[in-house]
């Protein structure tokens, strides 16, 4: 028997981030609400493009195919479409074989309100208005950014990425070394508090739920050798040590752990990205969130203080 949704790793997507509604958009941006309503009935049949998260998606559903009994992960649509100019949306979504059944349709409005119905762990969008009202609220969003989609069909494993600070962990730390852009300062903090974890962050639950999903795929490796596994996570963080510590600190007393976690006392993180190729990334800085081909798939996390202090030094986690 499938899981009930409460009990499932649920993640919300709009259709901007899931396809490439370039030119729909731009329709929109012209001629207004009835022009788009008119042009998507026109093409009511023409599949839209693959979006930026598009990779991630098919590959996060793909955990239900492996594991059909469970069928522990969720896809729901959440869209500013009517139920009308939405049905190209869930026609290309056919088209793909994606498995989204649930959908939402707000006809305008903002759909983060719904978050908490459909037990959402992340809402992925490109509106920037609906991510910063999600976070507001307390509700787990990531702006997509724009970028190149690639999605190789023979590459089945789902690689993510995520910052620590004021991503997995809140922004405690960060606001320490904000204060005077002290290094030392934000060391000596670290060390103070070793032995002390640090409080959720906003996609620190999509991070101890992606953990169960590897705790699954153990147990399926014990039961079949052959069995492949899907998911790969790494962190990626600009801190070093001795500030490393205090992140093990808290992700043991989470229960929760990383493939491979990565502390780069502030080396470019693409260099490690471009390597490890993250089907999605996740940061709370702007200036961490660039690789030199645009084709690491990028989500801005605009939480905390390094999203309030403008014009600051690149924090060190």
């Not at 939405?86 to 649930?102: E, F, P, Q, T």
């Not at 962190?235 to 040590?241: D, E, K, L, Q």
Request: proline content about 6%; some cysteine.
């Amino acid at each position: 028997m499938a899981y009930p949704i409460e009990h499932k790793l649920v993640v919300g997507i709009a259709s901007s981030a899931l396809f490439d509604l370039t030119e729909s958009h731009q329709v929109y941006l012209e001629g207004g609400a009835e022009a788009y309503r008119q042009y998507q009935e026109r093409h009511l049949d023409v599949v839209l493009g693959k979006g930026v998260a598009f990779p991630f998606i098919r590959r996060f559903l793909s955990i239900n195919a492996h594991h059909p009994q469970a069928a522990p992960v969720e896809v729901v649509l959440l869209s500013r479409n009517s139920p009308e100019t939405g049905l190209r949306v869930m026609n290309s979504i056919a088209h793909y074989g994606l498995d989204i059944s649930r959908a939402c349709f707000v006809t305008g409005k903002s759909p983060y309100t719904y978050l908490p119905a459909f037990n959402t762990s992340l809402f992925l969008t490109a509106n920037e208005q609906d991510v910063r009202m999600a976070l507001d609220a307390h509700y787990p969003a990531g702006l997509v950014l724009p970028g190149l989609t690639e999605d190789d069909d023979a590459d089945g494993e789902l690689r993510v990425a995520f910052d620590f600070d004021g991503v997995i962990a809140d922004d405690e730390s960060e606001t320490v070394f904000k204060r005077n852009n002290d290094v030392a300062e934000f060391h000596a903090h670290e060390r103070e508090r070793v032995a002390v974890p640090h409080q959720p962050g906003p996609l620190a639950d999509l991070f101890q739920k992606l953990s169960a999903m590897q705790r699954l795929e153990d147990q399926a490796l014990a039961n079949d050798p052959g069995y492949q596994r899907i998911l790969r996570i790494a962190i990626v963080t600009a801190r070093s040590a001795p500030a490393h510590e205090r992140v093990v600190t808290t992700l043991k007393s989470w229960g929760v752990s990383a493939d491979e976690t990565f502390f780069l006392g502030g080396m470019e993180k693409a260099r490690i990205l471009s390597i490890f190729k993250p089907h999605l990334f996740f940061d709370d800085q702007l200036s961490h969130l660039k690789s030199p081909a645009g084709n690491i798939p990028m989500v801005h996390i605009p939480f905390g203080i390094a999203n309030l202090v403008a014009g600051s030094a690149p924090k060190p986690g």
